[in-house]
């Protein structure tokens, strides 16, 4: 996959250089470039904003270096990105859109600032590519790159090849639209706290039983709101006796 990000700050984005994301980037599963919008400034002060029409407070960013970047990013004739602009406008990132997402060939991130993108950037690169929105959640950020960390440490490992155990993919909390049920290591008891008898019984089909169901009580007790977007094959008899 690739990705381009743009930013005037492009160093927020140093610890794409770290960790798993660092190293699907030296494996070659990930070709990652990170851009200072300022280089599509012609300007002694390397101007990327300015005062809102309409009054009010804050500043804009203007669409002159942002319509440059894209035209360089995303050349018209080649094949085209699918352009992702974080926003508090945009509608909520989710495990499905990680999924739809790392699905995608080339992935080109807006870090708008301030109040945000003029709006006509957004219209004019829908004309020529899939242009997303994106909110981590309802509330407000400085800057889209935050986002950018977020959505791209999601997608990245659902990337073949990025994660060493690709099973832990299957059974992790929003993988099935559930959350998943608590886990445990050594030593058995601590603290007057033991691991449930359970999952040190070695009889899988009852501890796959027992994490599927203790997974819907916990998805039941905290987030009521994704239960109710199951569709009702998701759920078999014995779940619903749980
Ligand atoms: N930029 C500012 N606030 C944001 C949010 N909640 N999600 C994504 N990008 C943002």
Redesign the pocket.
């Known amino acids: 996959m690739r990705v381009d990000i743009v930013s005037i700050f492009p160093d927020y984005l140093a610890p794409l250089d770290l960790s798993l994301i660092g190293r699907a980037r030296s494996a070659g599963l990930l070709k990652l470039a990170v851009h200072d919008l300022r280089r599509w400034t012609h300007d002694v002060h390397r101007t990327v904003d300015d005062t809102p029409y309409g009054g009010g407070p804050g500043m804009v960013m203007r669409p002159e270096p942002w319509g440059e970047a894209l035209d360089e990013l995303a050349p018209p004739g080649a094949p085209p990105p699918r352009l992702l602009v974080?926003?508090?406008a945009g509608p909520r990132f989710t495990q499905a859109m990680a999924h739809e997402l790392a699905a995608e060939p080339h992935l080109l991130f807006a870090c708008?600032r301030y109040e945000g993108i003029d709006q006509r950037v957004i219209e004019h690169a829908a004309t020529r590519m899939p242009v997303t929105e994106?909110?981590?959640?309802d509330?407000?950020?400085f800057?889209?790159e935050v986002?950018v960390l977020v959505v791209l440490e999601a997608v990245t490992r659902l990337l073949p090849g990025v994660l060493g155990n690709a099973g832990s993919l299957d059974e992790e909390s929003h993988a099935n639209g559930l959350l998943e049920a608590p886990v445990y290591t050594k030593p058995p008891s601590w603290r007057g706290l033991d691991v449930p008898d359970i999952l040190r019984s070695g009889d899988h089909g009852r501890i796959a039983r027992w994490r599927r169901s203790t997974g819907l009580l916990r998805t039941a007790e905290r987030r009521p709101d994704l239960l109710a977007t199951l569709p009702p094959a998701a759920l078999d008899d014995r779940d619903r006796a749980a």
């Open positions: 974080p926003s508090p708008g994106i909110s981590l959640g509330y407000v950020l800057g889209g986002a």
